[in-house]
């Protein structure tokens, strides 16, 4: 069993914590807490930021702190010991960093449907965390 698991999510991608969340909740056990995340991707100081409202990282963390707490609410059984993380950066480095600040000890994350054209064109965010963490991953299909 594992103490402290970190469970990345898109808040809007349920399939992202579908069938991760259940195994997070088994592989945690009675004992362990589970640390959802989600990553608000850092768009930096590019063009596509230049048409954005000034306070739109700010706008879009606290969004998804709030999605984060009704997923926690509507997904886990009452007396889970849930802890929500919003982090701003590159999705995979912002799971890997999270992993560490937590002391997570095992990441549970959902992998992308086959043939899915982003996972093509950019890489899987699920495959960076895999090859570059310090701790192993669950990957739930």
């Known amino acids: 069993m594992f103490d402290k698991i970190l ?3 898109d808040v809007n991608h349920p399939e ?4 991760a969340a259940p195994a997070a909740l088994k592989t945690a056990g009675s004992d362990g807490e ?10 930096g100081v590019g063009m596509i930021s ?18 984060l707490a009704e997923i926690a609410a509507d997904t886990f059984p009452q007396g889970t010991r849930v802890h929500t993380h919003v982090a701003l950066g590159h999705v995979s480095e912002g799971i890997l960093r ?3 600040q937590t002391g997570a000890d095992l990441i549970v994350m959902a992998a992308h449907p086959a043939g899915d054209i982003t996972t093509f064109l950019v ?6 965390v895999v090859r570059h963490a310090k701790v192993p991953v669950l990957v739930v299909r």
């Open 7 to 9: 469970l990345p999510v």
């Open 16 to 19: 992202s914590w579908a069938k």
């Open 34 to 43: 589970i640390h959802l995340l989600s990553v608000v991707y850092d768009l």
């Open 50 to 67: 230049s048409y954005l409202p000034e306070d739109f990282e700010e706008q879009a963390m606290k969004t998804a702190k709030v999605h």
């Open 98 to 100: 999270v992993a560490e």
């Open 123 to 128: 890489g899987s965010n699920t495959e960076k």
